[in-house]
């Protein structure tokens, strides 16, 4: 465990960068070929914890996504606007946020297009880099009723049946996927010329994480045909953390939960029901398109669970999923 002491020095720091730096310290400082995604569900606003809003504003500093898809993007308490408007007007970035009560897009990058789809459940943005290389995002949230993790944990003997129905039955995360799915699909963006992402929070694991061998070894999991995350893979996109690290027993990519590790008095459900997913443009055409290169999950390092919610340094319940992205095209000659 690292020294409590050092990391708040470490964080006060930051926090004190923050305050001084301009706006411009949220362009991206990596390769300009790389494209740096970051999907975050921030909890209440990041009202819940004292500074939240200048803690999430540190994380982005520090991080400089080029496209955050935000969840929870509430009003911060006091005379202050929307999480995700603020942070715009700090970092001077793009937003889009539309009549939506927490879904938001924010970027460096310049927004050209704006969709929306439902204020609960998804909207996106179409942008574009100073290269002019486009690309489409769309920042989602699922139905978070009957969380199929926690009913494995408190109903060990269910069946696999009853066990699923938690995804269409006792909640409406399947319909909801579909719902957006379809909604994308109607106005042509499943087959745009260019990359398209949808990122947030499913509320439910994937797939690709319910394996036998992941059974094996952690708690409350069954190799099972999870049908939100199928849906996705069905509709032609991948699982941009998962194709970074294709293990889910080495690396499990956990979001749910950094701050809530016990849950009615039991140990949490864990898992990574916050993703990022890629779908790329079909064909042979001279078009952009992004590859995962690396990913990983914030906080890196989980802070003790005796220090009292409104003083943790991370913001939010939610982990936040990072995915460095490498433009590429057909043919790097033209």
């Known amino acids: ?23 411009s310290q949220g362009q991206q400082t990596q390769s300009d070929e790389v494209l740096r995604v970051m999907a975050w569900n921030v909890l209440h606003g990041a ?32 005379p ?50 100073a290269k002019g290389r486009s690309c489409l995002a769309w920042s989602i949230w699922l139905d978070y009723r009957s969380y199929i993790t926690g009913n494995l944990r ?18 409406n995360r399947l319909q909801q996927v579909k719902a ?3 909604a994308i699909k109607d106005q042509g963006q499943l087959e745009a010329d260019i990359p ?20 094996r070894v952690y708690k409350n999991r069954r190799a099972l045909p999870l049908p939100v995350s199928i849906q996705m893979h069905e509709a032609g996109f991948s699982d941009a953390y998962r194709t970074v690290h294709p293990n889910p027993v080495q690396r499990p990519g956990i979001t749910w939960s950094p701050m809530y590790r016990t849950s009615g008095g039991k140990d949490q459900g864990f898992e990574r029901i916050d993703r990022v997913y890629l779908k790329n443009p079909g064909g042979d055409a001279n078009r952009w398109r992004l590859d995962p290169i690396r990913a990983f999950v914030l906080p890196q390092e989980w802070e003790d669970e005796t220090i009292p ?25 033209q």
């Open 1 to 23: 465990m690292f020294n409590q002491r050092m990391k708040i020095g470490l964080v006060a720091a930051s926090m004190l960068t923050c305050i001084l730096a301009p706006a």
């Open 47 to 78: 009202n819940d914890v004292q500074q939240g809003a200048e803690k999430t504003l540190a994380i982005i500093q520090e991080h400089q996504p080029d496209i955050i898809m935000m969840q929870e993007s509430y009003d911060i308490d006091g």
């Open 80 to 129: 202050r606007p929307e999480l995700g408007k603020w942070l715009s007007q700090q970092l001077g970035w793009s937003y889009w946020q539309s009549e939506s009560p927490h879904l938001c897009i924010l970027s460096p990058m310049k927004i050209d297009q704006e969709f929306f789809h439902h204020k609960w459940h998804g909207l996106g943005a179409k942008l574009t880099d």
């Open 154 to 171: 408190d109903t060990p003997g269910i069946s696999d049946e009853e066990l699923l129905a938690a995804e269409d039955v006792r909640s």
């Open 180 to 182: 957006l799915l379809q």
């Open 196 to 215: 398209l992402l949808v990122g947030g929070d499913f509320n439910t694991p994937s797939h690709l994480d319910w394996t036998i061998d992941t059974s």
């Open 309 to 333: 919610i409104l003083k943790r340094d991370f913001p939010s319940d939610h982990g936040a999923v990072v995915v460095d992205f490498r433009w590429t095209r057909s043919d790097q000659d």
